[in-house]
């Protein structure tokens, strides 16, 4: 073998080093694993009882270790909606993460709320989860695409959502139709580009 021959080689052996493959960098990070035995401990309902409403809205473990979001939505009382979100935590995430929700729905649309510390009060931001009743999706939701509100309204001017700053997460049910729901998750992961 040549010198030259040889040198090419290592070069080419040290470039392969350096490559990162995307799989690599698209390897998803899992934030909420409910076939985790402590997985209810991170979780808690809130319902539109804070504001005097009469939603009942709770969240169990199943059995196949996913996490089921289930109620009955009720309009009286000026109420409206039910939820369950996460205790805060530092959930590592990045500007340009995306999470990805696997779930099972019964066909309603659902909210997911991603909150970081305010002075406003009821402050989140927001992206709709649409789901297809009785089948498993992976629905995808690009943080950037995620939009401030403040009791349930959009707020002007409040700049995208910092992502090092979010501490919890929600699934929320407000679609303004009283009734029966149920919504299962497998698993919240994000994924990086």
Known sequence: ?????????????????????????DEPRVLFDFARPDA???????NDGVMGGVSDGRFRITEQGTMEFFGTLSL??????????SRRSDLGLKP??????????????????????SLRVAYSYRAPIPTKAGEWT???????????TSFGEKV???????AAKMNSM????????AGPFKLEVA???ALGH
């Open 1 to 25: 073998m040549s010198r030259h021959t040889r040198l090419l080689t290592a070069l080419s052996a040290v470039f392969s080093l350096m490559t990162v493959t995307p799989a690599f960098a």
């Open 40 to 46: 209810a401990q991170a979780w808690q309902p809130v």
């Open 76 to 85: 009286e009382n000026h109420g409206g909606f039910a939820s369950v979100l």
């Open 96 to 117: 340009d993460d995306t999470l990805v929700i696997k779930l099972k729905g019964d066909g309603r649309e659902y909210l997911l709320n991603l909150y970081v510390p």
């Open 138 to 148: 992976e629905v995808e939701i690009p943080l950037k695409d995620c939009y401030a």
């Open 156 to 162: 002007p001017n409040a700049g995208p959502v910092d």
């Open 170 to 177: 929600g699934l929320m049910l407000a679609d303004k139709k």
């Open 187 to 189: 698993w919240v992961k």
